[in-house]
């Protein structure tokens, strides 16, 4: 069985800095894309950045030149490091993996971290 068990989360003040972890344990030979999504109240989950397992990064134009992904594929771990924080980073942070398995992948996700961002 897979569990992923984020960190990270807080309050801050704007222009301040969080770095979220999702660790992933149980039957993992390999994950592939790991990703962090966001769910704002009353608004729909959007990606946020992903990274491959060989390093490529993609990132939300709203969080551009602010987070960054990483991942260390030893520990199984994601992290998000965001930086100059605003209010509208205010969300649940959702971190997703994909592990292959034969010909399939298989989603999973992690319980959710809250980030409240005051301006």
């Known amino acids: 069985q897979v569990q992923l068990v984020e960190s990270g989360g807080g309050s801050v003040q704007a222009g301040g800095s969080l770095r979220l972890s999702c660790a992933v344990s149980?039957?993992?030979?390999?994950?592939?894309?790991m990703r962090w999504y966001r769910q704002a109240p009353g608004k729909q989950r959007e990606l946020v950045a992903g990274i491959t397992r060989g390093g490529s990064t993609n990132y939300a134009d709203s969080v551009k030149g602010r987070f960054t992904i990483s991942r260390d594929n030893a520990k199984n771990t994601v992290y998000l490091h965001m930086n100059s924080l605003k209010a509208e980073d205010t969300a649940a942070y959702y971190c997703?993996?994909?592990?292959?398995?034969?010909?399939?992948?298989?989603?999973?996700w992690g319980q959710g971290t809250q980030v409240t961002v005051s301006s």
């Open positions: 149980g039957s993992v030979l390999s994950i592939s894309d």
């Open positions: 997703n993996v994909k592990i292959p398995t034969g010909t399939f992948s298989w989603d999973y």
